[in-house]
Nanobody, 119 residues
Framework: HVQLVESGGGSAQAGGSLRLFCVVA????????MGWFRQAPGKGREGLAA???????RYADSVKDRFAISQDNTKNFLYLQMNNLKPEDTSMYYC??????????????WGQGTQVTVS
């Protein structure tokens, strides 16, 4: 099944940028979409951005116009470019892939997360 490993997290100043990477092992042609999520301590998981096989993207209002999701042509790498970072962006960030089957995006594969801290 799909395996995901994130990297690229770290510390940044408010207003700065970071780029997150997700290596997608065993990518399945049946994967309909991939995305980025985050979860801060004591808070629920928040969906940030998603991309489908046609390259269509969608974003949460909280990150729209600041974050950008993209994939390479092989779909073995998923990226999240984060600009104009804010302290409230501090969180653990997760890469996700959807489960095979169905017609809707249903995220079921998760990476281990990478920490982003903005001060």
């Amino acid at each position: 099944h799909v395996q995901l490993v994130e990297s690229g997290g770290g510390s940044a100043q408010a207003g700065g940028s970071l780029r997150l990477f997700c290596v997608v092992a065993e990518f399945s042609k049946n994967t309909k979409c991939m995305g980025w999520f985050r979860q801060a301590p004591g808070k629920g998981r928040e969906g940030l951005a998603a991309i489908d096989n046609d390259g269509h993207t969608r974003y949460a209002d909280s990150v729209k116009d600041r974050f950008a999701i993209s994939q390479d042509n092989t779909k073995n790498f998923l990226y999240l470019q984060m600009n104009n970072l804010k302290p409230e962006d501090t969180s653990m960030y997760y890469c996700a892939a959807d489960l095979p089957g169905g017609s809707q995006c249903n995220f079921g594969y998760w990476g281990q997360g990478t920490q982003v801290t903005v001060s």
